[in-house]
């Protein structure tokens, strides 16, 4: 197996973006519970994504959902992210909360909610104007509950207009990513239920267009590690939405649910070019924290994402290779999971204190006054949360 002091200055090269709504109260539909010390402010998030990555320095962007996230001055804001050591990321739309989207957003019938939703893109567009982001990211809540409720195909046909018209007011290295998500809120049939769906929207929209994966947003028993496979393979893997589920879109903390199905991603993600210098790919959180601490949910997460790509690093492909083709299934199994069942974590440490960080970020902040300093000045106000 390759040792871990070969592969430890590839690690420098790991940057996973957070989202700025994971600072905020979020959850279930039942209930999202507040907590102390969450932010009122789009600044007040940012301050606490700057923080995870003052501890981990594997996080030097922050996304930002719009309108959760609207401010008056974004070339403002976007100096403020700076002056805290990180940089506004991928910009997410929202065309899922407004009443006019109760049927649709971009497959609605009716034309006028289609250019509704059109405009608040291109608004999204302008945004990403004045923070300096590449990404703007379409994920579509729209869909249909029952047979014979609207026109499956005519709103696929929707969908790619109103795409194109998006898609041809990017400028510069900005790119459309589009999420897909197997069911809810639709479950009759959802508008953009598959990696397929948004593969084929994307590679109509040409070069500027890729797909985003979310990890959660599969059913049960789904190879994801096969779609980053062939994702990367068709040249259309644009983003990643990390998280962890056990029924449905759980979005729990990457790795909780199953660290192997993360190890088996990283494994393809590195074998398929996607991570490292000249990669695109934009490797993100997307998570919901309702019970337990944000910042230290967030540490966590990324510190797994580590993790997972240390040990992927680790895999002696030249020997799997041999195995392979020499036909031993067992030995090619064998060399693959030694990589995953060792243990890295120590090694992780150290590596974190050579670069300055310390070597257990999740202690650190829990024993830096971090936490308690902004439950104390965070008093009054309105929590944000994403509902």
Same mark, same amino acid.
């Given at each position: ?20 709504w994971a600072y905020g109260n979020s959850g279930t539909r039942f209930k999202v519970f507040g907590t102390p ?206 998280? !962890? /589920?056990?029924?449905?879109? *759980? ?5 909780? &649910? +199953?660290? #192997? $199905? ?8 590195i074998r398929g070019g996607g991570y490292g210098p000249g990669s695109d790919v934009a490797l993100m959180l ?67 204190? !050579? /670069?300055?960080?310390?070597? *257990? ?5 829990? &024993? +830096?006054? #971090? $936490? ?16």
């Amino acid at each position: 197996m390759v040792d871990f002091a070969d592969t430890a200055p590839r690690l420098a090269a790991l940057a996973i973006e957070v989202p700025s709504w994971a600072y905020g109260n979020s959850g279930t539909r039942f209930k999202v519970f507040g907590t102390p010390g969450t932010p009122r402010t789009v600044e007040e998030k940012i301050a606490d994504a700057a923080t995870v990555h003052r501890f981990t320095g594997l996080a030097p962007t922050v996304a930002l959902h719009i309108p959760w996230d609207t401010v008056d001055d974004y070339g403002g804001l976007r100096r403020y992210a700076e002056d805290l050591g990180v940089s506004i990321g991928t910009i997410n739309s929202n065309t899922f909360q407004d009443d006019a989207y109760k049927l649709g957003s971009l497959t609605h019938a009716d034309p006028e909610v289609r250019r509704q939703a059109v405009d608040h893109h291109l608004a999204c567009i302008e945004v990403m104007n004045e923070t300096g982001s590449r990404d703007l990211k379409i994920w579509l809540a729209d869909g249909t509950n029952y047979p014979g409720q609207d026109d499956i195909r005519a709103r696929q046909d929707r969908l790619a207009e109103g795409l194109a018209g998006i898609c041809a007011q990017l400028s510069g290295d900005q790119r459309l990513v589009l999420e897909y998500k197997f069911f809810e809120p639709a479950f009759y049939h959802t508008d953009v239920p598959d990696w397929g769906t948004s593969y084929a929207h994307c590679l109509a929209l040409g070069e500027r267009a890729k797909v985003c994966l979310d990890t959660g947003h599969h059913a049960p028993g789904t190879n994801i590690e096969f779609i980053v496979a062939q994702l990367l393979r068709l040249g259309k893997l644009g983003s990643f939405d990390f998280n !962890s /589920r056990f029924y449905a879109d *759980d979005d729990l903390i990457v790795g909780a &649910a +199953d660290p #192997y $199905q993360l190890f088996r991603i990283m494994v393809e993600v590195i074998r398929g070019g996607g991570y490292g210098p000249g990669s695109d790919v934009a490797l993100m959180l997307d998570q919901c924290h309702n019970v337990e601490q944000k910042i230290p949910g967030q540490i966590r997460s990324v510190l797994n994402v580590q993790e997972m790509t240390a040990r992927a690093l680790l895999l002696d492909t030249e020997a799997l290779d041999a195995a392979r083709a020499a036909g031993d299934v067992l030995l090619a199994h064998e060399i693959f999971n030694d990589a995953f069942y060792t243990d890295v974590r120590k090694d992780l440490a150290e590596w974190r204190e !050579s /670069r300055g960080l310390p070597g *257990d970020p999740v202690r650190a902040y829990l &024993a +830096d006054g #971090y $936490q308690q300093q902004i439950e104390a000045d965070r008093v009054g106000g309105h929590q944000a949360g994403w509902n």
